[in-house]
């Protein structure tokens, strides 16, 4: 089982910027994949990005690709996947959730799904 802290949602600008964390908690913490996804009002779920923990590679879902990146940092205990993006736009707007899952096709080719979820973050972008 894991645990999921969610950090850095709110209200941006039209083209600012943000840094979305997600601190992760539990049993073989290194066997987990990580993501962020996304859903908008009245749209499905999507994904957003997507790191992987066997070599660290990463996934980005066209909508936000070239504007963000995803990085995690490791400690004994814990993992923290941050997204950071940047230009916004106000089709950015959702409600943000932070993922895991131990098969990293199924969490990274999109729309993706994962056994675990975090409680989500929500990013309003307007003026």
């Known amino acids: 089982q894991l645990q999921f802290v969610e950090s850095g949602g709110g209200l941006v600008q039209p083209g600012g910027s943000l840094r979305l964390s997600c601190t992760a908690s539990?049993?073989?913490?290194?066997?987990?994949?990580f993501g962020w996804f996304r859903q908008a009002p009245g749209k499905d779920r999507e994904g957003v990005s997507c790191?992987?923990?066997?070599?660290?590679?990463?996934?980005?879902t066209a909508p936000v690709q070239g504007r963000s990146i995803i990085y995690r940092d490791s400690t004994k205990n814990t993992v923290t996947v941050t997204l950071e993006m940047n230009n916004l736009k106000t089709e950015d707007t959702g409600v943000y959730y932070c993922?895991?899952?131990?098969?990293?096709?199924?969490?990274?080719?999109?729309?993706?799904?994962?056994?675990?979820w975090g409680k989500g973050t929500l990013v309003t972008v307007s003026s």
């Open positions: 993922a895991a899952d131990r098969v990293v096709f199924r969490l990274c080719v999109f729309p993706g799904d994962a056994d675990y």
């Open positions: 539990g049993f073989a913490l290194e066997a987990y994949h």
């Open positions: 790191i992987s923990s066997s070599d660290d590679s990463t996934y980005y």
